[in-house]
């Protein structure tokens, strides 16, 4: 007779918390759901925004080959330089597949956000001739 009562009382207090705690982890998980699609919208944006050129030995000084890869760049290598520092620069397939899990230069760590890149593609247009 204890067994069953004991058996009730606990399945009374599980059912309990789940039916308390249950809206509470739809809340949670619809949070956790649209901050993956702003994170995604966010990150989609930021590798749009990248800026594009071709790799020149006489601007690109700093390193003969990509920091992702470690392939070297050659003249037909498009390469994408970083807000951070112009010569912080990788291969753009490389640095578009790194930005898409994580927005952070992989040489210094500094975040990459759209206000940084609108300034650096504009720096870029203006001093060095390319977007």
């Known amino acids: 007779m204890g067994g069953v009562f004991l058996q009730t009382l606990i399945v009374t207090i599980?059912?309990?918390?789940?039916?308390?705690?249950?809206?509470?982890i739809c809340i949670?998980?619809?949070e956790f759901s649209e901050n993956l699609r702003?994170?995604?919208?966010?990150?989609?944006?930021?590798t749009g925004g990248l800026v594009k050129t071709h790799y020149d030995p006489n601007?690109?000084?700093?390193?003969?080959?990509?920091?992702?890869c470690?392939?070297?760049f050659d003249e037909d290598s498009e390469?994408?330089?970083?807000?951070?520092?112009?010569q912080h620069y990788f291969h753009?397939?490389?640095?578009?597949?790194?930005?898409?899990e994580q927005t952070k230069c992989p040489l210094c760590r500094e975040e990459i956000d759209m206000n940084k890149l609108d300034e650096f593609s504009k720096e870029c247009d203006e001093k060095y001739g390319f977007k």
Not at 79 to 86: E, F, G, M, S, Y
Not at 92 to 100: H, L, P
Request: net charge neutral; charged share 15%.
């Open 14 to 24: 599980l059912l309990c918390l789940f039916v308390c705690c249950l809206p509470c």
């Open 28 to 30: 949670g998980f619809r």
């Open 38 to 46: 702003n994170n995604a919208k966010l990150t989609e944006s930021i």
């Open 59 to 68: 601007t690109f000084t700093n390193m003969k080959e990509c920091a992702i």
């Open 70 to 72: 470690m392939g070297e």
């Open 79 to 86: 390469v994408t330089p970083l807000p951070c520092n112009i």
């Open 92 to 100: 753009n397939e490389c640095v578009t597949s790194w930005m898409k």
